[in-house]
């Protein structure tokens, strides 16, 4: 059989759209044996009811069993089950829904339903809506009931079924499938050359990126020769992340944007994932770190935590501390939200500003060092190691505020062999502790002194930087340790 399946209730159910050997009877598909179907299928299940026991429900719950990628998933079909849950999800949506439905021409309505095909809908004003719907419960039909108390509400989500579709929303559907279904079957030839497939999410639009386009080309290139067939993609994938086995966050993390969401929705579905979301919860704030740390007796600067609505605290620190301190916003990347600050008064100044942005802010003693080391640890395993210089006339390898924009002092990557060795020992007991993804260690080292300054997620990986000593055997260490994670994945589901 075709390793993309389209499964219908009843093959009748798809007269209206062009015959296809890959549209099959669910009774078929739950029937045939899984050594006689493509271990790598892609199911996409049309079932007229999804409800529990339903044979839609047992065609999702027999593919998920049988390993095949299948929309909607269990997962999916359960939380449409449950309005309690999808209620809370879409609060934030349904407060946005006033104005979006004043500027559609369903806005005399008392009430209203719109049908949903993978993401696509009919009315322009309500599509980014719908495909944020759809991104929560990704489903080829979905059906999204508005009614209007005052203000406009999303009282229910559910799927639909093929055989109640209009002539004009077949006419829809057909063009929404032929579009998600357009990257599965284009090139089947090349899929079947490789293992697996990843996922690499990028921003092209991102001004720092932790990878250039040519060290993104390396992953790439070195995929391909271990097996595994990369691909480039962006924030407007999210929904096609169930087509991979792996994604690689190759775009600056937060919690509070898309890059999050891409990490907790891959592990749902059991992709390979790095960076992983408890990575990121725990690098992208320093003051996790700080705690953790200390907890675990790691060597870092004297640190101070300074907390919104304690003005004694800052008072107190100002009257003590010894200047300059440095002084950092709990999510800030690549120096940004990171200042020196040299008095009392510069404290005050800029810790009014900081805690307009968080409740908390963090304090460490001023460490002047020509240059930062960089250990990248993958797996509790270093991989390389960098010396990081500051940026010229500066304190931080990167100056934001030049005229030219951003400058970063010079780089020199360095055998594992010739780090120091207790540099090398704290910054894989760092890692360990957050967990076994892939991370950059940043640590100081002044004498005999070494201190740890911070536990990256997502570590900067750019051609002529990092893989300046190691050449295109760093590539090949990180994928292949993809390589290992996606064998044990398979070696477990079996």
Known sequence: ??????????????????????????????????????????????????DYLSPGYYCSMVAEARDHRVIPSLRTINDLSRKSLYAFDLTDLSDKLDKVIMASSKQSEAKFRL????????????????????EQFPCPILEIDFTNK???LINRVGAGA???????????????????????????????????????????EEKMPPSDMTALKRFIASGKRLGIDVELITPR??????????????????????????????????????????????????????????????????????????????????????FPLVMKIPDGAFSKG????????????????????????????????????????????PLYACQYFMSKGHWQIYNHNTKKGTASGKSSAIPISEVPEKVLKIATKAAKLVGNGLYGIDIKQSGSRVVLIEVNDNPSIDSGVE?????????????REFLNRLEQRKTLRQ
């Open 1 to 50: 059989m075709s390793n993309h399946l389209i499964i219908v209730e009843n093959i009748d159910d798809w007269a209206p759209y062009f015959p296809s050997a890959q549209v099959i009877a669910v009774d078929d598909y739950l029937q045939t044996s899984t050594h006689s179907l493509n271990e790598r299928a892609q199911i996409i299940n049309l079932c007229h009811s999804l």
């Open 115 to 134: 049908k949903v095909f993978f993401g696509q809908c009919e009315f322009k004003a309500l599509q980014k809506l719908a495909r944020q719907i759809y």
């Open 150 to 152: 005052g203000h406009w």
């Open 162 to 204: 093929i055989d109640t579709l209009t002539e004009s929303e077949q006419d829809l559907f057909a063009n929404a499938l032929d579009a998600f279904s357009h990257k599965l079957w284009r090139k089947p030839s090349k899929r079947r050359q490789f293992r697996y497939d990843m996922a690499i999410l990028h921003n092209p």
């Open 237 to 322: 994938d999210y929904i096609r992340l169930a087509e991979y086995d792996a994604l690689f966050i190759r775009e600056t993390t937060a919690i509070h944007n898309h890059t999050y969401k891409f990490a907790r929705r891959a592990e749902s579905e059991g992709l390979v994932v790095i960076d992983d979301p408890t990575s990121i919860i725990r690098c992208t704030n320093k003051i996790y770190l700080k705690e953790l740390l200390e907890k675990h007796n790691l060597p870092m600067p004297e640190s101070h935590l300074l907390y919104r609505n304690d003005k004694a605290g800052l008072e107190k620190m100002c009257e003590t501390a010894a």
């Open 338 to 381: 990171v200042i020196k600050v040299n008095n009392a008064e510069e404290l005050r100044l800029n810790a009014a500003e900081f805690f307009q942005q968080s409740a908390i802010i963090l304090l460490q003693e001023f460490m002047f060092t020509d240059y930062d080391w960089r250990i990248g640890v993958f797996n509790n395993k």
């Open 467 to 479: 893989d300046a000593y190691l050449g295109l055997a760093l590539y090949d260490d990180i994928m």
